[in-house]
């Protein structure tokens, strides 16, 4: 069964920090995926890792994809309180169905 | 602006009732699935459906909860009948299928509907 952990749960940081979400996948998938929620709010699609190596930025967020290791990462730089949201990773499974399993969520809050 | 729709955006109801709620997926998208987000338990899959058929529905309560849609612009989830347990908040999300290993198969997630069972 695929399982998908995120660590960590919660991040509190500083502006002009820099910090790094990992996510952890059990079995091999084709996809993965980095979602922003917004507090009452819905999911919003931030990346979509489609091979080993894959690494894609939008401002001052940075995903990448380590296959091998069944790690992504999503390094976040100098950040800024904007950024404040849960992050979800989620894992493509390889059954055929295309259906998502979704970490747990990082909780980030960026402190002025 | 292509978006999924969902109604209603909250439900406040007694134990015992009904509840059904809505999704329009986005025109052309060919999957629907439906997820029940609690801070206990995240995000969980509850249904999914390609071309309308249900494909997996193993995440969801089947004595009280049902699926289906009816055509290919409006999918619900009904529950009957309702218990406090059941107080999450439901997005419906919708995608297209991938055409191949290296293909996307983003879901594009609806506003969700919050429900509150008392």
């Known amino acids: 069964e695929l399982k998908v952990e995120q660590n960590p749960l919660f991040l509190s940081m500083q502006e002009g920090k820099n910090y790094t979400i990992y996510c952890n996948y059990s079995t091999t998938s084709d996809r993965l995926y980095w979602y922003r929620q917004d507090p009452g709010k819905s999911l919003e699609s931030l990346f979509v890792?489609?091979?080993?190596?894959a690494v894609k930025q939008e401002g001052r967020l940075m995903a990448s994809l380590d296959t091998k290791a069944r790690l992504s990462t999503l390094h976040i730089t100098a950040a800024v309180h904007d950024l404040s949201a849960t992050y979800f990773c989620a894992v493509d499974t390889t059954s055929g169905t295309y259906k998502y399993i979704f970490g747990t969520g990082t909780r980030l809050k960026v402190l002025a | 602006d292509a978006r999924v729709t969902q109604t209603p955006r909250h439900k406040v109801t007694e134990m015992g009732q009904e509840v059904t709620m809505r999704c329009q997926p986005i025109?052309?998208?060919?999957?629907v699935f439906w997820y029940r987000q609690t801070m206990m338990q995240g995000l969980e899959l509850l249904a999914y459906f390609r071309n309308r058929a249900p494909l997996d529905d193993s995440g969801m309560p089947k004595d009280r909860f049902s699926a289906e849609m009816p055509d290919a612009t409006l999918a619900t989830l009904k529950i009957q009948p309702s218990e406090p347990r059941d107080s999450a908040v439901y997005f419906c999300?919708?995608?297209?299928?991938?055409?191949?290993?290296?293909?996307?198969?983003?879901?594009?997630f609806g506003a969700g509907t919050r429900l509150s069972v008392l």
């Open positions: 890792l489609l091979s080993n190596g």
């Open positions: 999300a919708s995608g297209t299928t991938p055409k191949g290993v290296r293909t996307k198969n983003i879901q594009y």
């Open positions: 025109l052309g998208h060919n999957t």
